[in-house]
C-alpha cells in the first residue's frame, strides 16, 4: 500500500501548489531604464515599456534618466548599434544579454523587448518548483497471499511551462582563416605570379606585390606597386596607387585612394579616403565616412555621423555632435559646433533681428547656427540730415551710407537671458555706388534678449573700430574717443547702446 500513499501525497501537493499560484499577489512592476546613443532615450524608454508591458502582462513603469532603478528593474544600455540589458530581481540575482540591433533604428525597441522579456522569464523559471519525483516505486515482495492490484489513480495535474521567446540570433562572425593557409611572407608580380599562386585568401606576416598584391588578411606589413588588396589589415598597407581592407587595424596609406569597410586606425591618401567607420581619415581631396570621428581633407569631407573634427574647405555631416572648421560647413543638429564664413545648420538656430542704436544707424541681421556657436550675416545704414554739408558731397552728391556685414560669435546666458556676443565687420559705402577704397566699421556687439510672445525685445551695446582712408566720410565726426594713426587712414573709436526686436 506505500506506492498509492504516495501518489496520494504527490497528487495533494500539485494541488496545493496549483491553489497557492492561483491565489498569489500580483508580480510587482518592473522598473525601466534606458540610456546610451539612442536618437531620443525618453521616447525610446517608453515604446519599449508599452511593448515589454503588452509582452509580460506585467506593470512597466520607466525611470527617469539619471535616477536609481530600484529592483526589479530592467537596465538597458544602448551602444555602437549594440544592446546590453540587465535584469536585477527583487530577490537580488541578476541576469545579462548583449544583442547586436542591426542598422534599422525603427526595429530597435522591437529587439530590445524580445531580449529584455526573456530575461525576466528566466529569472521567473529559476524560482518554478522542481518536477515531481518521477522514479518509481519499488516493488512490494511476493507474498503467498491474493495479489490486490492498486487503484487506477488520476495523473498529477502538470503546471504549464513558461513561454520562451529567443532574442534575434545575431549575425555569425566571419570564419576565421585555416592554420593551412597562412604564410609568414609573400611575393608577387600579379595573383597568380606569386609565391601564393592563385591562393588570394592566404594570410601573410609581410606581402609583396610589384604591380598588384591580394591577401585574406595582412598582420604587418602589405607593400604593393599600384593595387593592394587584403580583407583584413592589422599593421601596415602601403600602395602605389589603391589599397582596399575589408577590416583596417593600424594604417593605410595609398597614392590616390584608400578604402575600408572599418577602420579602426588610420587612412591617408592622396586624392580619396573611404570607410564605412573611420577612426582618422586624411585625404589630398575627399573623405567619405559613414561614421567618423576625424576628417581632414584638401577639399571635401563627408560623414552620415560626426563625432570628432572635419577639418576641409567644405565639410558636409548629416548629423553633427562634433566640431566642423572650414569656409562651408553643412552638419544636421544643433548640438555640434561650425566655424566657417558660411554654416548651414538643418534643424538649428535661424533669427531675423532689427536694430537701431544711439547713432541712428540701423541694422538689419540674419542669425543662424547651432547653440554654442552662430553665424551673422547683415545689412545696415544711416541716412544723412543734409548731405550738402558734407565736404566730399560739394553739395550734390548723395551721402546716405549704406553697408553690408559679416560675423561669428558664441551664444550663451546672462541671468537667464539668452545673448549673443558677435564681431562683425561691415564695408560702409556712401551714395548709390560700392566704394572701393577703405572703408570698414569693426564692431563688438553684446546682444541681449527678452522673450514676449512670439516676438524677443532685444538691447544692447557695440564698441565701434572705424577704419578709413577717406577723411569726408560721415562716419568720422567728433567721438568721446578717437585718433589717427599719422598716415592718409583715419582710425576712429565710439561706444554706442541700441534696441530693436527679433523672429
Given amino acids: 500500500m506505500r506506492a498509492p500513499r504516495r501518489m496520494t501525497k504527490s497528487v495533494f501537493g500539485a494541488l496545493v501548489l496549483a491553489a ?28 519599449i515599456a508599452d511593448r515589454l508591458a503588452g509582452e509580460l502582462a506585467r506593470q512597466v513603469v520607466v525611470v527617469a534618466p539619471r535616477a536609481a532603478c530600484a529592483a526589479p528593474c530592467l537596465a538597458v544600455a544602448i551602444a555602437n548599434g549594440a544592446a546590453t540589458v540587465t535584469f536585477t530581481a527583487a530577490t537580488g540575482g ?40 518521477s522514479t518509481p516505486a519499488p516493488e ?64 601573410h606576416r609581410i606581402s609583396i606585390g610589384l604591380v598588384a598584391g591580394a591577401s585574406g588578411s595582412v598582420s604587418g606589413v602589405a607593400i604593393s606597386g599600384a593595387v593592394d588588396v587584403a580583407r583584413a589589415v592589422s599593421g601596415v598597407q602601403l600602395a602605389g596607387a589603391v589599397a582596399v581592407a575589408g577590416t583596417l587595424t593600424g594604417a593605410q596609406l595609398a597614392g590616390a585612394v584608400a578604402v575600408a569597410g572599418r577602420s579602426t586606425g588610420t587612412q591617408l591618401a ?24 576625424t576628417q581632414i581633407a584638401g577639399a571635401v569631407t563627408v560623414a552620415g555621423h560626426l563625432r570628432g573634427l572635419q577639418l576641409a574647405p567644405i565639410n558636409i555631416a548629416r548629423r553633427n555632435d562634433g566640431l566642423q572648421i572650414g569656409v562651408i560647413n553643412i552638419g544636421g543638429g544643433p548640438d555640434g559646433d561650425s566655424f566657417g564664413l558660411i554654416n548651414i545648420v538643418p534643424g538649428g538656430r535661424t533669427e531675423l533681428e532689427a536694430t537701431v542704436d544711439s547713432d541712428r544707424i540701423g541694422t538689419v541681421m540674419l542669425r543662424h547656427g547651432g547653440k554654442h556657436w552662430h553665424n551673422v550675416y547683415g545689412v545696415g545704414g544711416q541716412q544723412i540730415a543734409d548731405s550738402s554739408d558734407m565736404p566730399s558731397s560739394g553739395g550734390h552728391a548723395n551721402d546716405d551710407i549704406w553697408m553690408v556685414g559679416l560675423g561669428v560669435g558664441p551664444s550663451f546666458h546672462l541671468a537667464s537671458l539668452p545673448a549673443d556676443l558677435e564681431a562683425v565687420a561691415w564695408h560702409v559705402s556712401h551714395g548709390s555706388h560700392f566704394d572701393s577704397h577703405l572703408s570698414m566699421l569693426d564692431q563688438l556687439r553684446l546682444t541681449v534678449a527678452i522673450a514676449v510672445g512670439p516676438v524677443a525685445l532685444v ?25 589717427s594713426t599719422g598716415t592718409d587712414v583715419s582710425t576712429t573709436v565710439w561706444p554706442s547702446l541700441f534696441v530693436g526686436a527679433r523672429l
Fill in 140 to 203: 512490494a515482495p511476493a507474498t503467498q497471499g491474493p495479489v490486490v492490484e492498486p487503484a487506477e489513480q488520476p495523473a498529477p495535474a502538470q503546471l504549464a511551462p513558461p513561454v520562451v521567446v529567443l532574442p534575434p540570433v545575431a549575425a555569425p562572425a566571419p570564419r576565421p582563416l585555416a592554420r593551412a593557409s597562412a604564410t609568414p611572407f609573400a611575393l608577387a608580380l600579379v595573383p597568380g605570379l606569386s609565391t601564393d599562386l592563385l591562393d588570394v585568401d592566404r594570410a
Fill in 20 to 47: 497557492a499560484v492561483a491565489h498569489a499577489e500580483p508580480a510587482p512592476p518592473v522598473n525601466l531604464a534606458v540610456t546610451g546613443d539612442a536618437a531620443a532615450p525618453g521616447d525610446a524608454a517608453r515604446a
Fill in 270 to 293: 592622396g586624392a580619396v579616403a573611404t570607410a564605412g567607420r573611420a577612426d582618422v581619415e586624411i585625404a589630398g581631396a575627399v573623405t567619405v565616412a559613414d561614421d567618423a570621428s
Fill in 94 to 133: 541578476t541576469l545579462q544579454r548583449t544583442i547586436d540591433l542591426g542598422a534599422d533604428r525603427a526595429r530597435w525597441p522591437e529587439l530590445v523587448t524580445l531580449l529584455a522579456g526573456n530575461l525576466v522569464r528566466d529569472d521567473a523559471a529559476d524560482l518554478l518548483p522542481d518536477e515531481p519525483d
Fill in 459 to 483: 538691447a544692447g551695446g557695440a564698441l565701434n573700430v572705424y577704419v578709413s582712408d577717406d577723411p569726408a566720410t560721415p562716419l568720422i565726426t567728433p567721438r568721446a574717443m578717437s585718433g
